[in-house]
């Protein structure tokens, strides 16, 4: 949201940020004034299990459930309770939200302010032409595919999520707000009036139900670093040797998952493979390093991507996103929460390999690596991608849209949705 909220200050807008104390000196740095958390329970800048002991250890549809709840809905009638005396002494035109902050939709809801997500992740709302979230399945239209889509949301609906359904009706009830008949993760809040994707439109399933006022602004990926020193390593990036990274996301922290064994699968490979950690990982398990393989715990993407012929991943959305604004292609194997729908875009977009969500072999990780290395069609969808992003000015087409929304007191900027 960086990025929306430095060009929303540059157009004269007073912007306040609501969210925890480890942001606050990135939060002022765009012009906005930082609100933070009270009765909200700030766990900015942790870890999940950091923030959350008891979730770990927990994997697939138990830790999926488990972190809704206690991420998202239990946390939410706190935020809204701080948002709500934030709202009392500022007399705000509308509400930006990210797509899962529940405390602001519930401030939305009970002030009749306008709301608007900025997603960070795929498109959350159900639709006939989709199946439910968490299957990784591609989306279908045709009769068939539309009663599948029915049939696997009924289930997910009354038998997998039913536990995750009833919360969200306790958590709406504790707020005072009417219970909302629809489905598991859709009877949490009501829709929004705008719903701005940080993605361009070939990355989503299409469908003939999108939410008016769904708007693909294209990525957001924040401004680079102001200051960037470079690895040691840094001139081998120029050395002749494919390029490829290797990253397991910001909340994935089993390094056996997918950081091992593609370590050891590349290891004998004619490429050189840059591995980033991020701050949770138990890297002691990686060594001793291969000689072509690059350890860090945190490179710039702004910097790194443009030198990268191959990213593998577990699927993260933003990562993605990132590596195809900049035309790298992907190996993807994805694990839980929203991985498998990720990677299925992927898939579906042309633009990687797909490896199943049991346990990753070296040898299927060498062989889709070489694969996408080595097969153009995959660099060429990529790089479509790629400028497809580069046609689009995200933030400036995002503040536009939230200006309408909040001159229009909540309808419909026109144009509805626009891909």
């Keep these: 949201m960086l990025v929306v909220a430095r060009e929303l200050v540059r157009r004269g807008h007073e912007v306040r940020w609501y969210t925890g104390r480890a942001f606050q000196q990135k939060v002022e740095q765009t012009g906005a004034h930082f609100e933070p958390m009270g009765e909200g329970i700030d766990f900015g800048g942790k870890s999940r299990e950091e923030a959350f002991p008891e979730h770990a250890g927990l994997t697939g549809v138990a830790s999926f459930k488990i972190g809704i709840r ?14 709500l ?45 989709t199946a439910p979230l968490g299957r990784g399945l591609r989306p279908s239209a045709t009769r068939l595919g539309r009663v599948r889509n029915t049939i696997l949301g009924f289930l997910g609906d009354r038998v997998v999520m039913r536990d995750l359904r009833e919360e969200a009706d306790r958590t709406r009830a504790q707020v005072k707000l009417p219970r909302l008949r629809t489905g ?52 081998e990036l120029h050395g002749g040797r494919p390029v490829v990274l290797l990253t397991q996301g910001t909340t994935a922290n089993d390094v056996e ?20 950690t991020g701050s949770s990982l138990d890297v002691d398990l990686l060594e001793p390093l291969p000689d072509n393989v690059r350890l860090e715990r945190f490179v710039p993407y702004h910097h790194l991507l443009p030198h990268v012929d191959v990213m593998v991943t577990n699927g993260g959305y ?14 993807v194997a994805p694990r839980s929460e929203e991985n498998p729908d990720v990677a299925a875009r992927v898939a579906w977009a042309g633009a990687g390999l797909v490896l199943g ?30 400028e497809e992003h580069r046609s689009r000015d995200a933030s400036q087409r995002a503040a536009e849209l939230i200006e309408s929304m909040a001159q229009s007191q909540g309808q419909i900027p026109t144009g509805g949705v626009t891909r």
């Excluded at 991420?71 to 309770?81: E, H, K, N, S, V």
């Excluded at 996103?321 to 900049?326: E, G, I, T, V």
Aim: charged share 20%; net charge negative; aromatic share 10%.
């Design 357 to 386: 969500r049991r346990a990753v072999s070296e040898t299927g990780l060498r062989e889709a690596v070489t694969t996408v290395l080595h097969d153009e069609r995959y660099r060429r969808r990529a790089r479509a991608l790629a």
């Design 85 to 129: 005396a934030v709202l009392r002494r500022f007399d705000a035109d509308c509400i930006l939200a990210d797509d899962m902050c529940y405390g602001a939709c519930f401030a939305a809801e009970h002030t009749g302010i306008p709301l608007a997500w900025l997603n960070n992740s795929i498109y959350i709302l159900g639709s006939r032409d």
């Design 257 to 276: 998952w997918l950081l091992a064994p593609a370590v050891r699968a590349l290891a004998d490979q004619d490429v050189l493979v840059v591995v980033t």
């Design 318 to 331: 933003n990562g993605v996103n990132a590596a195809l604004a900049q035309g790298v292609p992907l190996v």
């Design 70 to 83: 206690d991420i998202f809905y239990r946390t939410a009638p706190g935020q809204l309770d701080d948002l």
């Design 184 to 235: 598991a993760m859709e009877n949490i809040a009501r829709p929004p009036a705008l719903y701005l994707m940080g993605t361009v439109p070939s990355f989503e399933f299409p469908r003939s139900d999108l939410l008016p006022g769904t708007h693909f602004v294209g990525g957001l990926f924040g401004p680079p670093p102001d200051h960037f020193d470079p690895p040691a390593w840094w001139a």
